[in-house]
């Protein structure tokens, strides 16, 4: 048996493959729909403006996201020519993508407090087994806008970052966006981001705690 999963680690990692499911989907289409928002309907003429995870989904993106908690879709197109502010309208549109996570782990708090109170006056397999699923909703989709919001190419917080960096520097780093994503990736696997990017998982974590204290008031 040795080198079998265990039946709960199976558990984890299909709970694991509910959240890519819908934190993927949730992030590239927020990008879509603010980008529409903002005048540009490209994504939206490409199908992106879906929450259906085939539209968006990266096969090797996804793969990471589920075995490694951080990956990544395919890329969502936009023209900012059709933006009046092209260069605000690029950050505004790369922050949209982090902050429905960040949206999405709030949600998840919330019915997760409630989960645990609620668990521990019932005792019940289901309240544990959704307890999990709210946990690892909230600790990858954490990890999803924090990966994402690095201010390096290809990642949402480059084009953030072109608000206080000049075009020229922004987009002689854009020619070398595949070798830094390689590079980044490597890093991730080899742990060498581990301790960073768990420090801003735990520090969004407590943001959150305190975010959803009125869930103890409303049990109180």
């Known amino acids: 048996m040795n080198g079998l999963l265990s039946p709960y680690q199976i558990l984890r990692y299909l709970l694991r493959a509910v959240v890519v499911l819908v934190a993927i989907p949730f992030h590239e289409a ?8 903002l005048g540009d309907d490209t994504a939206k003429r490409a199908g992106r403006l879906s929450l259906n995870p085939i539209r968006h989904f990266d096969p090797l993106g996804a793969l990471c996201m589920l075995l490694g908690g951080v990956g990544w879709a ?4 936009i023209d900012p020519r059709n933006y009046k502010d092209p260069k605000l309208g690029m950050a505004i549109s790369a922050a949209a993508g982090p902050l429905s996570n960040l949206l999405l782990a709030w949600g998840s708090m919330i019915l997760y407090k409630i989960v645990l109170y609620s668990a521990a006056a ?15 909703m909230i600790v990858m ?3 999803l806008a924090v990966f994402n919001l ?14 206080f960096l000049p075009r020229r520097l922004y987009f002689q780093a854009m020619r070398y966006e595949r070798q830094i994503m390689l590079a980044v990736l490597l890093l991730v ?29 409303w049990w109180r």
């Open 30 to 37: 927020a990008h879509a729909l603010v980008s529409s928002w």
């Open 74 to 77: 395919k890329p969502v197109g």
């Open 122 to 136: 019932q005792q019940s397999r289901l309240m544990a087994v959704l307890s999990l699923l709210l946990y690892d």
């Open 141 to 143: 989709n954490l990890s």
């Open 150 to 163: 690095l201010p390096i190419p290809p990642f949402d917080g480059s084009r953030i970052a072109l608000l």
């Open 189 to 217: 696997f080899l742990g060498a981001l581990d301790a960073p990017l768990s420090l801003l998982v735990d520090l969004m974590w407590d943001r959150l705690v305190k975010w959803t204290g009125f869930v103890e008031m």
